[in-house]
């Protein structure tokens, strides 16, 4: 089992940047496929992007934030990172992590077996 915390999120404006961070507990973080989602007020939780379980070799990406938007982790610190470029209003969210083993990766909520708490993202106009 893993428990996820996600850190990093805040207020900024349209056009700026931020950089989640995902702390896993466990020694079998790398063999875990990551994933980010955000849920807007009102909206369903959606997919954001999804790295493989290893070295992250695989990565795949909403077409909402394609090209804005970096997945990455690391490891040797149990952590995976959204890095977030060119942030627009209707990215305000909450943002959360997830993690599941038993696909390379993996782009629904069902898939998922373990999520972090949240962190919110406001981005004002």
């Known amino acids: 089992q893993v428990q996820l915390v996600e850190s990093g999120g805040g207020l900024v404006q349209a056009g700026g940047s931020l950089r989640l961070s995902c702390a896993a507990s466990?020694?079998?973080?790398?063999?875990?496929?990551m994933g980010w989602f955000r849920q807007a007020p009102g909206k369903v939780r959606e997919f954001v992007a999804t790295?493989?379980?290893?070295?992250?070799?695989?990565?795949y990406y909403a077409d909402s934030v394609k090209g804005r938007s970096t997945i990455s982790r690391d490891n040797a610190k149990n952590t995976v990172y959204l890095q977030m470029d060119s942030l627009k209003p209707e990215d305000t969210a909450v943002y959360y992590c997830?993690?599941?083993?038993?696909?390379?990766?993996?782009?629904?909520?069902?898939?998922?077996?373990?999520w972090g708490q949240g962190t919110q993202v406001t981005v004002s106009s």
């Open positions: 997830a993690g599941e083993r038993t696909k390379i990766i993996a782009t629904m909520t069902h898939e998922y077996d373990y």
């Open positions: 466990g020694r079998t973080f790398s063999t875990y496929a």
């Open positions: 790295i493989s379980w290893g070295t992250g070799t695989i990565t």
